[in-house]
């Protein structure tokens, strides 16, 4: 047996190691065939109806009628290519509102909707995670069980409620309503991302003097940031395609959300049925820009405290 001395050290040479590199699609997590078959069947099933009313919605009114959208590829120079369905979408009140209004009263409705209940839930999880006062194991499970309740079963005593505030068809009515439905989830996502947090930030703030809002604001906030865009892209999106609760509370007129301009396009005879698929993509560009801007902390933040060890 042979052994190589280093020069000037005296000490043998270690034997150069070898890494293997696994190929491209074997290693550890990496998708077998059929499953990556299985997914691109799926997002081709998904993506098929968002095509076609893509088509659609540059097609006029008698094309639509007269033939499918996938017609439109066999004679793409043929068909009658035109923007007024989103022109007159935008402009005109075939739903009783323009639909550029409408998008403006979405965004009224939604952003607040989505930012109060984050900063209402931030708080409710930090005491729940890192405070200690009696009651306080019960009341979270009071909360997280108000998950189980449908929404339904609060909007008749919600209506009468508001009738006698004088909140019905105001923004105030749908914001509240929002925030109350939205509170349980965003409790349940926010303790359990906290709870895994390293508890030795935490006593370091102490030993330093710092309150429970200053911990709370300067280190569990930026910390949480998975969890709390994860909790956004949920309520945003659930708040701005909501039909039933804007609706019941805002109705129709000047406060008309986007949801219910286009189902009011259609009207009782499907006069503005050209116009369905131009508005429905009008109402899905700010939910792709979230998700789009969101997306690097979503799954962060859902499976972040699932798994400990």
Not at 152 to 174: D, E, R
Not at 250 to 279: C, F, K, S, Y
Request: charged residues 10%.
């Amino acid at each position: 047996m042979t052994t190589t001395i280093q020069p000037g050290t005296g000490t043998p040479a270690e034997e150069p190691q070898i890494l293997k590199q696994s190929k491209m699609g074997t290693g550890a997590g990496s998708a077998t065939w059929p499953v990556r078959v299985g997914l691109l069947v799926l997002c081709v099933a998904w993506m098929i109806p968002a095509l076609g009313m893509l088509v659609n919605s540059f097609r006029p009114r008698d094309e639509q009628f007269a033939s499918g959208w996938w017609t439109a590829f066999f004679n793409p120079f043929g068909s009658s290519w035109t923007i007024s369905n989103y022109t007159t979408v935008l402009t005109s009140d075939s739903a009783g509102i323009p639909m550029s209004q409408a998008f403006i009263n979405s965004l009224i409705v939604a952003l607040p909707a989505t930012v109060i209940p984050i900063l209402i839930a931030a708080f409710a999880a930090y005491s729940f995670t890192f405070m200690q006062w009696k009651g306080r194991d019960v009341v979270f499970v009071i909360i997280v069980g108000l998950l189980v309740v449908p929404n339904q079963v609060a909007f008749v005593p919600l209506v009468k409620l508001y009738s006698g505030l004088g909140l019905n068809g105001t923004f105030i009515a749908v914001w509240l309503a929002h925030i109350g439905f939205g509170m349980p989830l965003a409790v349940y996502i926010l303790r359990s991302y906290m709870s895994g947090l390293p508890t030795a930030v935490i006593e370091s703030a102490k030993i330093d003097g710092a309150s429970h809002f200053t911990t709370f604001w300067r280190l569990i906030m930026p910390m949480s940031t998975p969890a709390l865009a994860s909790f956004a892209i949920f309520q945003f999106l659930w708040v701005w395609n909501d039909l039933l609760v804007a609706l019941i509370f805002l109705g129709r007129g000047d406060n008309t959300v986007a949801t219910v301009a286009l189902q009011g396009l259609q009207g009782q005879t499907g006069a503005g049925r050209e116009l369905i698929p131009a508005a429905g993509y009008i109402t899905i560009i700010v939910p792709i820009i979230v998700f789009l801007a969101l997306q690097r902390y979503f799954i962060r933040g859902m499976t972040s405290g699932a798994v400990k060890g």
